[in-house]
């Protein structure tokens, strides 16, 4: 069974900084998501990972992908406010991963805030 | 283009109450999915459907029901609402099952 887990789970950080999430998973998938989600809002998508050592930029966060280790980071760079959020990874699950063939099997979410 | 629309936003049910969660898309996406969040927790897979008239179980599809009939429409069904069902329900869809999923405003529900 595909599970995703992330660490940490909160975070506060000044502005300025810099800081990496990681985002573990279990079996083989073929795919790695991250999302972003304000408070009381919906996700939106941040990158899509496919292959081992792929590497995507947007601004001031940057998402790898390590494929043998199973692990996938998002890192922020000189952090702003605007970028408090909950990240979220997730994986996709397929047949390979057990349990079904589609759908995305979700971490619990780094709640990050970045202050002043 | 609305993307992934749901309604309603918010809603109240009594234990027992049997309700309908409204998701259409309109990017002509096949694949669509339902996702529950919980207070501090991730999302987690309902059910899905990769076409119309094909549905499949998720994690967690107990005490749901999901029907497609068509490509714009994915309607989750609730029947028997219990307090464990109490929280955020996310639509999702997706052109193949491989892209980003683009999700909907979410609807709140609350089981009393």
């Known amino acids: 069974e595909l599970k995703v887990e992330q660490n940490p789970l909160f975070l506060s950080m000044q502005e300025g900084k810099n800081y990496t999430i990681y985002c573990n998973y279990s079996t083989t998938s073929d795919r790695l998501y991250w999302y972003r989600q304000d408070p009381g809002k919906s996700l939106e998508s941040l990158f899509v990972l496919l292959s081992n050592g792929a590497v995507k930029q947007e601004g001031r966060l940057m998402a790898s992908l390590d494929t043998k280790a199973r692990l996938s980071t998002l890192h922020i760079t000189a952090a702003v406010h605007d970028l408090s959020a909950t990240y979220f990874c997730a994986a996709r699950r397929s047949m390979y991963s057990g349990g079904g063939a589609d759908g995305l099997t979700f971490g619990k979410g780094t709640h990050l805030i970045i202050q002043p | 283009n609305a993307g992934v629309t749901q309604t309603p936003k918010f809603r109240i049910l009594k234990i027992g109450q049997s309700m309908t969660l409204q998701c259409t898309q309109d990017?002509?996406?096949?694949?669509m999915y339902w996702y529950r969040q919980d207070p501090g927790m991730g999302l987690k897979l309902i059910y899905y459907s990769v076409g119309a008239g094909i549905t499949d179980k998720g994690e967690v599809p107990n005490g749901y029901n999901v029907s497609r009939s068509t490509t714009e429409d994915f309607p989750l069904r609730l029947e028997l609402a219990a307090p464990s069902q109490t929280s955020v329900y996310f639509c999702?869809?997706?052109?193949?099952?491989?892209?980003?999923?683009?999700f909907g405003p979410g609807t709140r529900l609350t089981v009393l």
């Open positions: 990017m002509n996406h096949n694949y």
């Open positions: 999702a869809s997706n052109p193949s099952g491989y892209n980003e999923q683009f």
